[in-house]
């Protein structure tokens, strides 16, 4: 069984930075997508970005050249750094782990999920 743990949320201002780590624990991951999504009151949960084993990153259109996920394999670890943050962002950051690249952007695919990290975004 894989436990994904994230951290790094908080509250910032609009234009501001934050940089979220996901790190999973319970087995060594291997040729695995792990990807980010969030969810804002009242809506559903929404694609952020995914990333391969090796590198292969996709974004949603509302992120990109704002966002950039990384991951680091040996350590188990992903990352979603966020720049120019908008109050639009606001939600709970989930991480999650297992689904095929094809289907990297529908929840219903991901075996595994974190217990999500709050980002709040004031104008």
């Known amino acids: 069984q894989v436990r994904l743990v994230e951290s790094g949320g908080g509250l910032v201002q609009a234009g501001s930075s934050l940089r979220l780590s996901c790190t999973a624990s319970?087995?060594?991951?291997?040729?695995?997508?792990m990807a980010w999504f969030r969810q804002a009151p009242g809506k559903a949960r929404e694609f952020v970005a995914g990333i391969t084993w090796r590198s292969i990153t996709r974004y949603a259109d509302s992120v990109k050249a704002r966002f950039t996920i990384s991951r680091d394999n040996a350590n188990n670890a992903d990352y979603l750094q966020m720049n120019s943050l908008k109050p639009e962002d606001t939600g709970v950051y989930y991480c999650?782990?297992?689904?095929?690249?094809?289907?990297?952007?529908?929840?219903?695919?991901?075996?595994?999920w974190g217990q999500g990290t709050q980002v709040t975004v004031s104008s």
């Open positions: 319970g087995r060594t991951l291997s040729d695995e997508y």
């Open positions: 999650a782990l297992g689904a095929p690249e094809s289907r990297s952007a529908d929840t219903n695919w991901y075996p595994y």
